[in-house]
């Protein structure tokens, strides 16, 4: 991807602009360029349980990678410097994830994009529609603690997306369990086959270093200033010099669990990696740097390139000359100063250039995408060429929502990104009526960008919202934008549902029924019925009672259809 400056956020009609002349093939480039642009790629998102270390590791990556030149901490303390992919002024006030962000940096000749996904189970509906973007996921797990719920939940999605699995175990530094503990519980409790690509020594206070079992060499750390890269020095697992520097109890220990492991006779099977069954499994100390370059070195050897992309027709190679790509997230108010909105596009196939007029599947519409930026966190810079992995922004003057498709030539139109079924449901009540225009318009945009969910009462003359989450601390983020972005005070008012339903046909398989008892009917944004119910046996109740009526906790996808607004 190559940038050129810009100045300032761009206006609505200089990024879209609609063209006369309906979308066609054009010239993209050679199929030798686009081949080589597409093989220099890796594109990944890095999964955890809160806490384990993942904003951290991000900003380790970065700094290898050159991309910053010294690494911030999640809870920064005086003139400590913020971390780069928490951006948001609450994800800084709470030393959390809330959103995702994207982080583009090349190193040792090729271009990575990051997508950094929110830690906390509160946003992984977020974390979700991230992974649809993914060609590969990195797991990261706390040396002491093993698997954790979050970690389960998001390797289950990787999963069903078959995507490939890389394994960091983190905080390598502290006390913490065997690993060959931890390598069993994976194996065990995800089914997941596990090749440690390197194999710590010592472990604690005493980690040292890690035995690379490809090139059978010793990589030792030594500790650095905070901030900056760990002094490393890698010595043949023969090499004499070893005594002189590793405990002589260290190093045998980890021989013999080495031994143990070459024993099993596995081989690292890259197209096992691929197609998500084995995961490489690496040691490390993300606070202390030890390990992160040896991980994003073999990372680069292991990891697939961009791959095909499912469409209803299909799946879309990546080195089909015409650009496609669709929209996974929507953010808005990145830059408070310009109250802009941005699209992040994956591209799938294709060239992308600047300028470029595109096909909007949903709308027909053609659009002529002028001002696309690259994205590293908060900052952005105007895109000349993007390839297939490569994530681009585009301003968004309320044209995209999540799961749009965007392309050139022949008709292509991804798989839509679904909506999960809430638990936590709340009026949103807005005690004072002259901001009602602020009002609904944080309302309407806060839920284009996915943010939470909103529904609405069946009764026309409540105007007031109803939204449905996943977690507290979504309706909490959802109360600050409103006040601090849109300058709106806002009150919730819980409601006592803890399940949600779609309804299976809509509102004619709704009539159909008569009527319902131990439920409300609610519609979503696009004007579909919902039923909450008060707990499960409730909705037992009614499934009993209605057999005939087909009920989904996940949101159809919809196309071609315009939300409804507040």
Same mark, same amino acid.
């Given at each position: 991807?190559?940038?050129?400056?810009?100045?300032?956020?761009?206006?609505?009609?200089?990024?879209?602009?609609?063209?006369?002349?309906?979308?066609?093939?054009?010239?993209?480039?050679?199929?030798?360029?686009?081949?080589?642009?597409?093989?220099?790629?890796?594109?990944?998102?890095?999964?955890?349980?809160?806490?384990?270390?993942?904003?951290?590791?991000?900003?380790?990556?970065?700094?290898?990678?050159?991309?910053?030149?010294?690494?911030?901490?999640?809870?920064?303390?005086?003139?400590?410097?913020?971390?780069?992919?928490?951006?948001?002024?609450?994800?800084?006030?709470?030393?959390?994830?809330?959103?995702?962000?994207?982080?583009?940096?090349?190193?040792?000749?090729?271009?990575?994009?990051?997508?950094?996904?929110?830690?906390?189970?509160?946003?992984?509906?977020?974390?979700?529609?991230?992974?649809?973007?993914?060609?590969?996921?990195?797991?990261?797990?706390?040396?002491?603690?093993?698997?954790?719920?979050?970690?389960?939940?998001?390797?289950?999605?990787?999963?069903?997306?078959?995507?490939?699995?890389?394994?960091?175990?983190?905080?390598?530094?502290?006390?913490?369990?065997?690993?060959?503990?931890?390598?069993?519980?994976?194996?065990?409790?995800?089914?997941?086959?596990?090749?440690?690509?390197?194999?710590?020594?010592?472990?604690?206070?005493?980690?040292?270093?890690?035995?690379?079992?490809?090139?059978?060499?010793?990589?030792?750390?030594?500790?650095?200033?905070?901030?900056?890269?760990?002094?490393?020095?890698?010595?043949?697992?023969?090499?004499?010099? &070893?005594?002189?520097?590793?405990?002589?109890?260290?190093?045998?220990?980890?021989?013999?669990?080495?031994?143990? &492991?070459?024993?099993?006779?596995?081989?690292?099977?890259?197209?096992?990696?691929?197609?998500?069954?084995?995961?490489?499994?690496?040691?490390?100390?993300?606070?202390?740097?030890?390990?992160?370059?040896?991980?994003?070195?073999?990372? &680069?050897?292991?990891?697939?390139?961009?791959?095909?992309?499912?469409?209803?027709?299909?799946?879309?190679?990546?080195?089909?000359?015409?650009?496609?790509?669709?929209?996974?997230?929507?953010?808005?108010?990145?830059?408070?100063?310009?109250?802009?909105?941005?699209?992040?596009?994956?591209?799938?196939?294709?060239?992308?250039?600047?300028?470029?007029?595109?096909?909007?599947?949903?709308?027909?519409?053609?659009?002529?995408?002028?001002?696309?930026?690259?994205?590293?966190?908060?900052?952005?810079?105007?895109?000349?060429?993007?390839?297939?992995?490569?994530?681009?922004?585009?301003?968004?003057?309320?044209?995209?929502?999540?799961?749009?498709?965007?392309?050139?030539?022949?008709?292509?139109?991804?798989?839509?990104?679904?909506?999960?079924?809430?638990?936590?449901?709340?009026?949103?009540?807005?005690?004072?009526?002259?901001?009602?225009?602020?009002?609904?318009?944080?309302?309407?945009?806060?839920?284009?960008?996915?943010?939470?969910?909103?529904?609405?009462?069946?009764?026309?003359?409540?105007?007031?919202?109803?939204?449905?989450?996943?977690?507290?601390?979504?309706?909490?983020?959802?109360?600050?934008? &409103?006040?601090?972005?849109?300058?709106?005070?806002?009150?919730?008012?819980?409601?006592?549902?803890?399940?949600?339903?779609?309804?299976?046909?809509?509102?004619?398989?709704?009539?159909?029924?008569?009527?319902?008892?131990?439920?409300?009917?609610?519609?979503?944004?696009?004007?579909?019925?919902?039923?909450?119910?008060?707990?499960?046996?409730?909705?037992?109740?009614?499934?009993?009672?209605?057999?005939?009526?087909?009920?989904?906790?996940?949101?159809?996808?919809?196309?071609?259809?315009?939300?409804?607004?507040?």
């Amino acid at each position: 991807m190559t940038t050129s400056p810009s100045n300032g956020a761009p206006t609505a009609s200089a990024q879209a602009s609609a063209a006369a002349a309906p979308a066609a093939s054009t010239p993209t480039g050679s199929n030798d360029e686009l081949a080589a642009a597409v093989a220099r790629r890796r594109n990944f998102a890095i999964i955890s349980h809160p806490d384990a270390g993942k904003t951290t590791l991000t900003e380790k990556l970065l700094l290898y990678g050159g991309a910053i030149q010294q690494a911030g901490a999640v809870k920064a303390k005086g003139e400590q410097r913020k971390v780069t992919s928490d951006w948001m002024e609450l994800e800084k006030q709470r030393g959390i994830s809330i959103t995702s962000t994207v982080l583009q940096f090349d190193y040792s000749g090729r271009t990575l994009n990051l997508l950094d996904t929110p830690g906390h189970q509160d946003f992984s509906e977020d974390t979700y529609r991230t992974l649809a973007a993914a060609d590969n996921a990195v797991m990261l797990e706390d040396a002491a603690k093993g698997l954790e719920p979050q970690t389960r939940k998001l390797f289950e999605v990787c999963r069903m997306r078959q995507i490939p699995i890389f394994t960091f175990i983190n905080k390598m530094d502290r006390p913490g369990r065997e690993p060959l503990d931890l390598l069993d519980e994976i194996e065990k409790e995800l089914g997941l086959a596990c090749w440690p690509v390197n194999w710590p020594i010592g472990g604690g206070d005493r980690f040292q270093g890690v035995i690379d079992r490809r090139t059978r060499e010793v990589v030792l750390f030594e500790r650095a200033q905070r901030g900056r890269q760990s002094l490393e020095r890698r010595l043949p697992l023969d090499s004499p010099a &070893l005594a002189e520097r590793v405990e002589a109890d260290l190093l045998a220990q980890a021989l013999e669990e080495l031994e143990l &492991l070459d024993g099993a006779g596995e081989a690292l099977d890259l197209a096992a990696v691929h197609a998500g069954t084995l995961s490489p499994v690496f040691f490390g100390s993300a606070m202390t740097n030890f390990g992160v370059r040896p991980f994003l070195d073999a990372f &680069l050897d292991l990891a697939q390139a961009p791959t095909g992309r499912a469409t209803r027709e299909g799946v879309v190679d990546p080195l089909r000359p015409d650009f496609s790509g669709f929209v996974f997230k929507l953010q808005a108010n990145m830059d408070p100063r310009h109250r802009d909105r941005i699209a992040f596009v994956r591209v799938c196939s294709g060239k992308f250039e600047k300028d470029i007029s595109v096909r909007h599947a949903r709308s027909g519409r053609n659009i002529r995408l002028s001002r696309p930026q690259k994205l590293f966190g908060q900052d952005r810079e105007v895109v000349e060429e993007a390839y297939p992995g490569d994530v681009i922004g585009l301003n968004n003057p309320g044209m995209f929502a999540i799961g749009d498709t965007l392309y050139v030539g022949p008709k292509v139109e991804y798989e839509g990104i679904p909506c999960f079924t809430p638990e936590l449901f709340a009026w949103l009540r807005n005690p004072n009526p002259s901001a009602f225009k602020s009002f609904r318009k944080g309302v309407n945009e806060l839920r284009e960008e996915g943010a939470v969910q909103v529904l609405y009462d069946t009764d026309l003359s409540k105007r007031d919202p109803i939204l449905a989450a996943v977690g507290q601390l979504q309706l909490e983020v959802v109360q600050y934008r &409103l006040e601090n972005e849109y300058g709106v005070q806002t009150r919730l008012e819980p409601l006592e549902f803890s399940v949600a339903r779609w309804v299976v046909g809509g509102w004619p398989a709704l009539e159909s029924v008569g009527r319902l008892f131990n439920c409300k009917t609610v519609r979503d944004a696009w004007d579909r019925p919902v039923l909450l119910f008060r707990n499960t046996w409730n909705l037992r109740q009614l499934q009993e009672d209605h057999p005939s009526l087909e009920l989904s906790g996940v949101a159809p996808v919809v196309s071609g259809i315009e939300p409804i607004a507040l």
